[in-house]
């Protein structure tokens, strides 16, 4: 109980701010984890009924869509 004692007289505030502040952490990463897993289920749902993403376009590169041009005309 030296942790205690070196704390002073506010030892209870300052375990209580420490333990507080890591709950609310360990919530956050929890709640990003379930998030994410989330997205990805719905990502995996929309993909299999045929919905794809268009960033998936640009990194193909395959060049199937007209670049615009600052006076809005095609290539």
Same mark, same amino acid.
């Given at each position: 109980? $030296? /942790? +205690?004692? @070196?704390? &002073?007289?506010?030892? =209870? %505030?300052? +375990?209580?701010?420490?333990?507080?502040?890591?709950?609310? /952490? !360990? =919530?956050? %990463?929890?709640?990003?984890?379930? @998030?994410?897993?989330?997205? /990805? !289920? !719905?990502?995996?749902? +929309?993909?299999?009924? =045929? /919905?794809?993403?268009?960033?998936?376009? !640009?990194?193909? &590169? @395959? &060049? $199937?869509?007209?670049?615009? $041009?600052? $006076? =809005?005309? &095609?290539?």
């Amino acid at each position: 109980m $030296t /942790v +205690l004692s @070196d704390l &002073g007289p506010h030892a =209870g %505030f300052i +375990l209580a701010c420490y333990a507080i502040t890591l709950a609310t /952490v !360990a =919530g956050l %990463f929890l709640w990003l984890r379930s @998030d994410r897993a989330r997205l /990805v !289920a !719905a990502l995996a749902r +929309l993909e299999a009924q =045929g /919905v794809r993403r268009r960033s998936g376009q !640009a990194a193909a &590169g @395959d &060049g $199937t869509e007209p670049r615009k $041009t600052a $006076t =809005g005309a &095609g290539r």
